[in-house]
């Protein structure tokens, strides 16, 4: 598990479970609870945005030097329920200087396929160098 995930107590707090941490990539889960959904009852998308930023999070602090969001943005593809169990995998598109790209993608399978519920572009910024 990485360090920066184990500290993150919001992310605990709401069950994200980190699977998976590569150089560059990870991946989690959390399941929707009736707590997550808006008045529309789908995903409220303050849930799935904390679900890719902590996913992006584990990615770009992969190389182990402080590593923090410049910024970010989502774009939100298909509602999810209360009880879908959600996936994130995050990837690096690209690393320059202290500065990086990566895009997370967030489904739920069904049927053997994966539904995408939302895609989220991070860009990040190392504030610490190693050693």
Known sequence: MSEIFAADVASHALGIELIEVKAGSAKATMRLTDQMVNGHGIAHGGYLFLLADTTFACACN??????????AEISFV??????????????ERTRYGRN?????TIYREVDGRRDVL?????RSRTIQQAG
Do not use: H, N
């Open 118 to 122: 939302a895609e989220f572009r991070g």
């Open 100 to 104: 990086g790209i990566y895009d997370v």
């Open 78 to 91: 298909s509602p999810g329920r209360a009880g879908d169990v959600l996936v994130a995998v995050a990837e």
């Open 62 to 71: 992969s190389y182990g030097p402080a590593t923090v969001a410049a910024g």
